[in-house]
């Protein structure tokens, strides 16, 4: 399970912090970004061994390729690997937040045997090989997700890559995963630009916000092209995910209006109760964890 | 302007603090709260020199009287307070997060001259005396809003009070204050509560939650007393900055749905331009504040 090489598409938050962690775990990292200042930056930092040309030609000397582009970008990515000689590659992978549309790609692209996506759980609303550092995914769980035609030996490389860095890997179905995400991820990202857009409106500046509203404000700050891409590549599932927010918030304005404080203080108790609840398994999936202790295999 | 002694009723997050921060500069701290274990813990602890029972006997000794209950007691509090001999007291005033009733109910009961109510942005989702702490307020804006009869003593002494803690007197007009509030504190913990229900319904747990989903659920474990009696109480226009936020959400979905990514990425580019200008509004008052350094008037 050596890894001598891995070349990462795309040197933003996640493929620059993915790049930092392997070159301090000694991997030789090269790649590509569309940005040559941030290729210089990366060769300059030491974290970049070769810097690859726009149709990535060098990328099929690698062990991995990692394509860490924008979501909208990745299938016109696969597109430029599967036109080189990748015969000894052997994993191709991603980071993007969405996983069916990309392993349907690396399918028709005929890259399925050796395709494992992968969507490690650790954004921020900052973007860019400037916000990109190591240590990123120490205990983030990260999506696997794979088509029937990929190999056991793709998989078990998707595990060692991430755990060497320090992730939890998850294997799940690409369609059930970008249907959660549509909750767990993508739907908290729009609630934070709405709220921020009707403060826009309303006039109002950060100054105004306590603890709580700067919380709720920080995921609007992300870079709306990454967004725009993940909104539309999963755009049923994140509008049925709105659906259900909307059918919510319509329910506690209607209570309020009606001056039934019964239901509207029930409102708040079952939000608070989950909140409870998540803490709570939390606290325990830490304590496990902490006592269980499971070896993670090293890469190298 | 001395100040030598303060009662507060409730010791709560937010009354907790206060007394705290009082006792800490050597003011004697008086007050009540319904739990007999709080005011066990702040006896204890050296903050509270004196319990008060239920029916404030002894309040009126005070130089201050600060109503830190939640909102929808505070006025049960004062008409305990206007039944009390108080005319040595120089000023009575809130915490609670809406002003408007507060401040007409304050007036309805002869209170109104001495009346400033205030509104620390300071708040949490943790709740209680076990989360109160020092310097809470350092730094943060006091909203400062009466009626027409306050006395500019009871005004002054208000200022003082606030500053004493480190926090800077914004003086609006409680109807304004209300209203602005709705947008930019009620509205946000709604939203928070809201996806705490929707995954809920998805049965969705926090250890899904990437970092960005984090900052979005915390709000949904404040406490739902406390924000039943702020929504009830402003519920005109909460409901009206929730109808802003439908009317955005359901913008959104309309164009993922249509598949009009220039129109989504419309949407998300101008929530990121307000959280950029809010950032930089921000970033420009630290410095301003920092140069300008506006001497404080201390307490005592």
Redesign the interface.
């Known amino acids: 399970m050596n890894i001598d090489c891995v070349a990462i598409i795309g040197l933003g938050l996640v493929g620059g912090s993915l790049a930092r962690d392997l070159a301090r775990l000694g991997v030789r990292v090269i790649g590509h970004d569309t940005d040559p200042a941030t290729l210089r930056a990366a060769r300059e930092g030491g974290v970049l061994a070769d810097a690859l040309a726009e149709e990535l030609r060098g990328a099929e000397h690698a062990d991995i390729i990692v394509v860490a582009t924008p979501v909208q970008h990745a299938t016109a990515v696969l597109r430029r690997i599967a036109a080189l000689p990748t015969g000894s590659v052997r994993l191709i992978t991603d980071v993007g937040s969405t996983k069916q549309s990309v392993v349907r790609a690396a399918g028709e692209l005929g890259l399925g045997a050796r395709f494992v996506g992968g969507h490690p759980?650790?954004?921020?609303?900052r973007a860019g090989w400037s916000s990109s550092r190591s240590g990123s995914f120490a205990g983030?769980?990260v999506y696997l997700c794979m088509g029937a035609e990929a190999t056991m030996a793709a998989q078990a490389l998707a595990h060692v890559l991430w755990q060497a860095v320090g992730a939890q890997p998850v294997v799940t179905d690409a369609g059930a995963h970008d249907e959660?995400l549509a909750?767990?991820?993508h739907?908290?990202?729009?609630?934070?630009?709405?709220?921020?857009?009707?403060?826009?409106?309303?006039g109002?500046?950060?100054?105004?916000?306590?603890?709580?509203?700067r919380?709720?404000?920080?995921?609007?700050?992300?870079?709306?092209?990454t967004?725009?891409g993940i909104?539309?590549d999963n755009?049923a599932p994140?509008?049925h995910?709105?659906?259900?927010?909307?059918a919510?918030?319509?329910r506690?304005?209607d209570a309020?209006?009606a001056?039934n404080?019964a239901a509207?203080?029930m409102?708040?108790?079952?939000?608070?109760?989950?909140?409870?609840?998540?803490?709570a398994?939390?606290a325990a999936?830490g304590e496990a964890e902490a006592s269980g202790g499971g070896a993670k295999p090293a890469p190298g």
Request: hydrophobic fraction near 45%; include cysteine.
């Open positions: 759980l650790a954004g921020s609303h983030a769980p959660r909750v767990t991820s739907l908290p990202q729009v609630l934070s630009s709405a709220l921020a857009r009707v403060l826009s409106g309303a109002a500046t950060a100054s105004e916000l306590g603890p709580g509203g919380d709720m404000t920080r995921l609007a700050g992300s870079a709306p092209g967004w725009t909104a539309c755009a994140l509008s995910a709105i659906d259900q927010a909307l919510e918030l319509t506690f304005r309020l209006r001056g404080a509207v203080r409102w708040f108790e079952e939000a608070s109760q989950w909140s409870e609840l998540a803490a398994g939390e999936a």
